[in-house]
């Protein structure tokens, strides 16, 4: 069983930055790869990043790509995703997961966290 508390969520201007994070319990963290899927307001949750259970390889939404950064620390049993010029658009639920694998979907996700609100005004 593995527990993920995300936080680092809150209210931004458009352009500028958050970094969200992801704390994992237990002792199997680099058994998993890491991601971060969002929910917009009357939106499906979607895809935004992922890392490798190595953390060799990271992999992006094209929506994103340039502008977020997947990074984890398996000290910290953390993962983060550095997000920088922000948009309107990128306002959502942010969800923190866990699979045996990278995905891109949610029904192979093994684990989610609650989710942390990012809100971007103009």
């Known amino acids: 069983q593995v527990q993920l508390v995300e936080s680092g969520g809150g209210l931004v201007q458009a352009g500028g930055s958050l970094r969200l994070s992801c704390a994992a319990s237990g002792r199997t963290f680099s058994s998993y790869a890491m991601h971060w899927f969002r929910r917009a307001p009357g939106e499906e949750r979607e895809f935004v990043s992922a890392?490798?259970?190595?953390?060799?390889?990271?992999y992006y939404a094209d929506s994103v790509k340039g502008r977020f950064t997947i990074s984890r620390d398996t000290a910290k049993n953390t993962v983060y995703l550095e997000m920088n010029s922000l948009k309107l658009e990128d306002t959502a639920v942010y969800y923190c997961?866990?699979?045996?694998?990278?995905?891109?979907?949610?029904?192979?996700?093994?684990?989610w966290g609650q989710g942390t609100q990012v809100t971007v005004s103009s």
């Open positions: 997961a866990a699979a045996t694998i990278v995905v891109r979907t949610i029904t192979d996700v093994d684990y």
């Open positions: 890392i490798s259970r190595s953390g060799d390889s990271t």
